[in-house]
């Protein structure tokens, strides 16, 4: 029990320190952010779950600090009970409730999610994706039964953009763009960087086959 115990919070000592770097990478590159700049565009990009527009980057936000420093109490909390696990033999029966709990930490200590097109790639949740990584990306336009419709009402008859990764551990993920202008921006921007879309939907349906046609984006 001791070991599996030892097991769990160095790997979840490892995802912190881990998730920390990539978020101050991706601090300084979204710096140079070629998208979102403006309020507007800011505005225009929702976040899955909880349907939040997307976080600022920066060194001066309180999310920042709160995953700054955050980061440091969890990380000492961590190791403190690693030791009093392996010396003192203090566990018994709470493994899995204290795996549960370290879960929980873990993602209190997480910054809130953004979606950045810097000049060699994107930021999705934090984390820096160069552009060699993405396999392509697709759009989808949420209307009347599609899954995301009626989940917001800021979702209805946006854009769902997901990306698919050439690593093939790596689930795809998805943003969702309310405006259709932001979206052309967004487009424009992939393509300069030679990430395309296999197909894209016909804006007036929302749908393929019969109701729409796909076409090549390239």
């Known amino acids: 029990m001791s070991i599996l115990f030892a097991l769990i919070s160095i790997i979840g000592i490892y995802c912190l320190i881990r998730n920390f770097i990539n978020l101050k990478k991706a601090i300084d590159l979204a710096e140079n952010s070629l998208f979102p700049v403006a309020e507007g565009q800011f505005s225009s990009v929702l976040i899955p779950g909880e349907w939040k527009i997307t976080s600022r980057l920066s060194k001066q936000t309180k999310s920042y600090r709160i995953v700054k420093w955050g980061t440091g109490a969890v990380l000492i909390l961590m190791a403190t009970l690693l030791v009093l696990v392996m010396y003192i033999d203090w566990l018994s029966s709470s493994l899995f409730s204290s795996a549960y709990l370290f879960y929980l930490i873990l993602n209190a200590v997480k910054h809130p999610g953004n979606f950045y097109i810097v000049p060699n790639g994107i930021i999705l949740e934090s984390k820096f994706i160069p552009s060699s990584d993405i ?23 946006g854009f769902k953009v997901s990306f698919n990764f050439k690593n093939k551990l790596a689930p795809p993920d998805y943003v969702v763009i309310t405006e259709k202008k932001e979206l052309e921006t967004v487009i424009e921007l992939l393509n300069a960087q030679g990430i395309y879309s296999k197909v894209q939907i016909d804006e007036s349906t929302g749908t393929a086959g019969s109701q729409g046609e796909w076409k090549d984006s390239k």
Do not use: T
């Open 135 to 157: 396999k392509e990306y697709s759009v989808e336009k949420i209307v009347r039964w599609h899954a995301l419709y009626g989940l917001d009402s800021r979702v209805n008859n």
